[in-house]
């Protein structure tokens, strides 16, 4: 089946950086969305982007499907943007979500 | 508030148990999907239900049954319960209909745990 790989598995960063992080896909997906996990638990959507580019305040994503990786960019981060970011994509009916990148921000 | 509800928030029951969980989806939203989320396996896909009928069936045990009723909630039912089904349920919603993927939007979910 396919394979959802993100990277990297743990972000630790000072309040007001940027990242980048990846989603990589070993086949055509019909569409993709990226989550937040808060501390708790509760997850948020942040973009549902199959292709092409969107922006969301200090988040913005792209996702590239002939190359088969999305990415997920947060500027100016803040302690809130801590927790657990997931892609998940949709294949032949199947909903698959990689293992997450857990981010935390150091005041 | 994604506007999904789901109940209960805890659930703590014994191995061998059955139990239920409910959602009730957004308002206008057809579709209802059921996730497991736990420490080793990380999120999974159990099933999908489109306007009472299911539609797409992932990661999911004979021991678990759902279904959607008629006023679009959905029920999820884990009988002879053991302890590797203590785990995070949550449950989503959809507009879509039923030959795609749209965007979902998650209930704060059930924390089950088997003792």
């Known amino acids: 089946g396919i394979q959802v790989e993100q990277s990297p598995p743990d972000l630790i960063l000072q309040e007001g950086a940027n990242s980048t992080l990846r989603c990589n896909f070993s086949?055509?997906?019909?569409?993709l969305q990226w989550f937040h996990q808060n501390p708790w638990g509760q997850l948020i959507n942040l973009f549902y982007?199959?292709?092409g580019t969107k922006q969301n305040g200090r988040l913005s994503a792209t996702t590239v499907a002939t190359e088969r990786y999305s990415l997920l960019y947060i500027s100016s981060s803040q302690t809130t943007d801590s927790g657990v970011y997931f892609c998940?994509?949709?294949?032949?009916?199947?909903?698959?979500f990689g293992k997450g990148t857990r981010l935390h921000i150091l005041p | 508030d994604s506007g999904v509800t789901q109940t209960p928030k805890h659930l703590i029951t014994a191995t061998g148990q059955r139990v239920t969980l409910r959602c009730s989806p957004r308002?206008?939203?057809?579709?209802v999907y059921w996730y497991q989320q736990s420490l080793d396996q990380g999120l999974q896909f159990l099933i999908q239900?489109?306007?009472?009928?299911?539609?797409a069936k992932g990661n999911i045990l004979e021991r678990f049954s759902a279904q959607q009723f008629p006023d679009l909630h959905s029920e999820l039912n884990l009988s002879s319960l053991e302890l590797g089904d203590s785990a995070l349920y949550f449950c989503?919603?959809?507009?879509?209909?039923?030959?795609?993927?749209?965007?979902?939007?998650f209930g704060p979910g059930t924390r089950l745990t088997v003792l």
């Open positions: 239900y489109y306007n009472g009928e299911e539609r």
């Open positions: 982007i199959p292709s």
């Open positions: 308002s206008g939203d057809l579709s």
């Open positions: 086949d055509s997906v019909n569409n």
């Open positions: 998940a994509v949709d294949r032949d009916d199947k909903i698959i």
């Open positions: 989503a919603s959809s507009v879509s209909g039923p030959s795609s993927y749209n965007e979902q939007f």
